[in-house]
């Protein structure tokens, strides 16, 4: 097996289209870490509590108005709860860009990491048959099963490479760039100030950016296996990828959605608390998830394993 | 007769209803070359696909060392080589590169093995280049190499002289002759060229429509033909008829069944009668006569 992996690496490695997808993803973060710093305007706050004071005087004022609706009370309690905690454990507000601020960049990207793994994840198997090479691969003594068991973990190597690639440059280019953080972030949660942890929400982010990545993967891979097409399952992937949400809004109406992958493969609607159609449980997507992930993988295989090859 | 290596036993396949192999048995044997002909759509190449596995049958079975393409199918392939229609490599790669792909896929082909394939087939020069720069006939030799790689037991080639010049063909014919007589290899070749087969198989097998029609040895030199141009005409034919000669005549030549060897003896005679002889030559068209008369003149069903 490692034998294959490592065939499917090599080829993958010799199409310039590979290369092309590496290009676009070091551009893209090297030209927005770059860009961020070119229009940043340095901030300077060390006199940030007599600012924080000042909040907290502003606040108590507005609260004395008659009439205030809830929601601005609400707001300007929040506000006076916040800048009194800076105070109390003299904790700096974060104004300008930091190497954790282009980390979450990173972490935020990972909609394009997936788009551009899709490409080569539609076509791995699919221009095999497309160049006729198929044939070649499928006469030698390795079961197809095989063969396309390496495929499949070759492009999430691929994949899981781009991820690397982008944690180590957004860490590497924001800490020349910009430096550690100087200050914290805060939120209040259940009523309770508390410092944002900023590395854990980082990590969240590509965790549970890894749902719509698999899934997305996947479908290609099934698509450009099924039918030999890689222009149809990468068009296809893309679409489900981006306009995954709309589509879940317009067959509402006509069918149950909650049991389409599409309503759950965008996990980080569970670390925003924001749903497309309604909450559920982080378990109800997995699931619903994993059984998507099933189908595809077995319609993969069991079309590729029966199919008669004449290229 | 030694134990067949390869075995098609009632082999059937049918597409959306058209039968396209029709309950076709053959064996194969060690250190035989088998010509496989027929005319264009006979079957040749789906026959091919469904020996490598590529294909299913739809009834049969084809077994190679004992093993069944169908169920043991790693343990079948594992000792063949095939070339199936043009060979298709990897074009953004090197033949090199190529090559070591196909090796990975193989139990112990070494480095050293590689470089000897490749001076085999006469690409030591280019095997570094990219396979989207090589001609036809430099991908056709590449395409040979990667089916001697693993040195199979049964190679299976599938119009392989196809783009290849004469002199490569030359190499190729005899590099075929010797590993089957030294290595004991059982080689089957699907060709429509008539004299190719019959300079380079041993045995060959006919098909037609999906059905093998015909199955025979090449007794390449023992029945062999000559065409004889020489005067005076009665004279010549008496002197056959009355000595046993095995002859027919066209426009004044004869044509008859004469072994090579026995051609000095026939000239001394006819010489010693005052007869004029303008031309002797050997006739190697029994084969495609044969063939074109069984298959119907080359159409296409
Ligand atoms: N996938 C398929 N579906 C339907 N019919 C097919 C398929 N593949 C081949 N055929 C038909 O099967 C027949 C045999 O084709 P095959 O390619 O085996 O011929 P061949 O003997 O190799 O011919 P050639 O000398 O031209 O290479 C042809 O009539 C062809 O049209
Ligand atoms: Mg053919």
């Known amino acids: ?311 | 007769m030694s134990k067949p290596i390869v075995e098609l036993k009632n082999v059937t396949k049918i597409i959306k209803g058209k039968t396209l192999i029709d309950n076709l048995s053959l064996e194969l044997f060690p250190g035989q070359i088998t010509g496989f002909l027929g005319p264009n759509g006979a079957g040749k190449t789906t026959t091919v696909r469904l020996m490598t596995g590529l294909m299913r049958l739809t009834s049969g079975t084809i077994t190679i060392e004992g093993a069944s393409i169908a169920d043991d199918y790693e343990k079948a392939i594992s000792n063949v080589g095939v070339i199936v229609e043009n060979p298709e490599m990897y074009k953004y790669m090197s033949g090199y590169k190529n090559l070591i792909h196909f090796s990975r896929m193989h139990k112990d082909v070494s480095k050293e093995r590689i470089d000897e394939v490749v001076k085999q087939v006469g690409l030591t020069k280019r095997i570094n280049e990219k396979v989207s720069t090589y001609s036809l006939g430099m991908r056709q030799r590449l395409g040979l190499a990667q089916a001697l790689l693993h040195d199979p037991k049964f190679l299976i080639l599938d119009e392989p002289t196809n783009g290849l010049d004469p002199a490569g063909i030359r190499e190729f014919r005899t590099y075929l002759r010797k590993i089957a007589v030294e290595n004991n290899v059982s080689i089957f070749v699907s060709s429509h060229l008539l004299s190719e087969i019959e300079l380079m198989c041993d045995r060959v097998a006919v098909i037609q429509n999906g059905k093998l029609i015909d199955e025979r040895m090449i007794q390449s030199d023992e029945k062999a033909r000559m065409k004889l141009k020489a005067e005076p005409f009665e004279l010549v034919e008496n002197y056959l008829s009355s000595n046993d000669y095995v002859f027919t005549t066209q426009e004044g030549i004869f044509l008859l069944e004469l072994k090579e060897d026995k051609v000095p003896d026939l000239i001394n005679e006819l010489v010693a009668q005052q007869v004029q002889i303008f031309a002797v030559s050997a006739v190697h068209e029994t084969l495609e006569e044969q063939f074109l008369q069984m298959t119907g003149g080359g159409q296409i069903v």
């Open chain 1, 1 to 311: 097996m490692f034998n294959l992996i490592q065939n499917e690496w090599m080829k993958l490695w010799h199409k310039k289209g590979t290369w092309a997808i590496l290009v676009i993803l070091l551009l893209v973060i090297i030209g927005v870490g770059v860009l961020d710093k070119v229009f940043m305007e340095e901030v300077n706050d060390s006199d940030w509590k007599q600012e924080q004071q000042a909040m907290i005087t502003d606040a108590n004022t507005q609260l004395q108005t008659p009439d205030l609706d809830e929601w601005s009370i609400q707001m300007y309690e929040e506000q006076k709860e916040m800048a009194q905690y800076r105070l109390d454990n003299n904790a700096a507000p974060q104004v300008n860009q930091s190497m954790e601020g282009n980390m979450a960049f990173g972490a935020s990207i990972m909609v394009l990491i997936t788009l551009l793994t899709v490409i080569p994840g539609a076509s791995i198997v699919s221009q095999e048959f497309t160049d006729g090479t198929i044939k070649m691969l499928l006469t030698r003594p390795v079961s197809r099963f095989k063969v396309l068991t390496s495929k499949l973990i070759t492009i999430f190597l691929f994949g899981f490479t781009l991820i690397l690639v982008t944690i180590v440059l957004t860490t590497v280019i924001g800490f020349i760039l910009f430096g550690t953080a100087t200050g914290v972030d805060l939120t209040i949660v259940d009523g309770v100030v508390q410092q944002t942890n900023t590395m854990k929400d980082i990590f969240l982010t590509y965790v549970y950016s890894l749902g719509d990545f698999t899934m997305s993967i996947l479908f290609a891979f099934f698509i450009g296996t099924v039918f030999s097409s890689p222009s149809i399952a990468i068009a296809l992937s893309m679409l489900f990828l981006m306009m995954g949400p709309m589509i879940i809004m317009l067959l509402q109406k006509y069918i149950p959605v909650e049991y389409i992958w599409l309503t759950h493969s965008d996990l980080t609607q569970h670390l925003r608390k924001e749903f497309f159609i309604e909450e559920t449980t982080l378990f109800m997507s997995l699931a619903v998830l994993g059984v998507y992930a099933i189908i595809f993988i077995a319609l993969s295989f069991m079309t590729f394993i029966k199919r008669d090859v004449k290229a």
